[in-house]
């Protein structure tokens, strides 16, 4: 996700055709849907995800990493699961490129959790803060409601393999919360600024990485990134966990805020961000993102 100024990478990749066509796609169907009420895009766009996308694309791969890690599970559960997948991720999909719009209506919703008082002292005291959560519900919800409560927010993001949604998906989550920083060298030295800064650095730590530790994620090996908890220990900042909860509604969500992880070592500590992640995870099996190739050295995630 990503185009040039200061803190984003550049594109390095050619545009080819199929990334042409692909965005051109994706980018109609956006069109389209934007041109509901709010109210009516999201569980229109969630209709289509599970109806139209699921089947052509997510469902394969969502019930292979069940499979992996729930072998047991009835084949009745698997596929009220993949349909809450698909549902979830078609609204979160036009959620954030709604943009301002969709800040403005997350900005409105409560902020609670054991570990919002935590927060509120780091802010007071411009005290560094590295907020960790997952692919669950919608985790640019706490982005823009923090932000909302005055909070610095910036945000850590991977960006795509596709330059042209790349550059168009930079452009709307940064009109949700600024600012954002690539994952890489590129944006490496600006992170770290406005970490040093008192900032909050908000960051997705369930990213299978080639090069992470070995740690128990839902019961499973993953190679998990444990640069959260080194950064935490380095420079001092609170590692907080936090998640956006999708309501029965379809619309709102339950935004938690967890306690600080205590600094002790970047294994313990990455652990501890990863069991809390398996926790929401548990609890609400349909909120979270199957899509993502988890578990790749397993050999489940083989297949496109």
């Not at 900032?199 to 128990?216: F, Q, R, T, Y």
């Not at 966990?241 to 500590?269: C, K, Q, W």
Request: with cysteine; proline share 7%; net charge positive.
């Amino acid at each position: 996700m990503t185009a040039p100024p200061l803190n984003r990478a550049p594109d390095t990749d050619r545009l080819s055709m199929r990334h042409w066509a692909e965005d051109r796609a994706t980018g109609a169907l956006i069109g389209l849907m934007r041109r509901l009420p709010y109210r009516w895009r999201v569980p229109a766009m969630g209709w289509v995800s599970r109806t139209v996308l699921a089947p052509l694309l997510m469902n394969r791969r969502t019930r292979a990493n069940l499979r992996y890690v729930f072998p047991d599970l009835p084949s009745d559960e698997v596929r009220r699961i993949c349909r809450a997948v698909a549902d979830n991720f078609g609204r979160s999909l036009i959620e954030i490129h709604s943009g301002a719009e969709f800040a403005r209506f997350a900005a409105s919703l409560p902020i609670g959790g054991k570990g919002l008082a935590a927060l509120d002292a780091a802010h007071a005291a411009q005290r560094p803060v590295i907020l960790v959560s997952a692919h669950f519900g919608n985790y640019d919800a706490w982005r823009a409601g923090l932000s909302a409560r005055g909070f610095r927010v910036g945000g850590l993001y991977m960006p795509m393999s596709n330059p042209a949604a790349n550059r168009r998906y930079v452009a709307t989550i940064e009109s949700v919360a600024k600012p954002l920083f690539p994952r890489g060298s590129a944006g490496m030295a600006d992170m770290i600024r406005f970490l040093r800064s008192g900032g909050m650095l908000g960051l997705l730590g369930d990213h299978h990485m080639s090069n992470g530790e070995v740690i128990d994620f839902l019961g499973k090996p993953a190679r998990t990134a444990t640069s959260a908890a080194k950064m935490a220990l380095k420079y001092n900042a609170l590692l907080v966990p936090l998640y956006a909860t999708r309501n029965p509604d379809g619309l709102t969500f339950t935004i938690d805020v967890e306690e600080p992880i205590p600094h002790s070592d970047p294994l313990t500590m990455t652990q501890a961000l990863n069991d809390s992640a398996s926790a929401r995870v548990r609890a609400n099996m349909g909120q979270w993102f199957w899509l993502h190739r988890r578990w790749k050295r397993a050999g489940v995630n083989d297949a496109p």
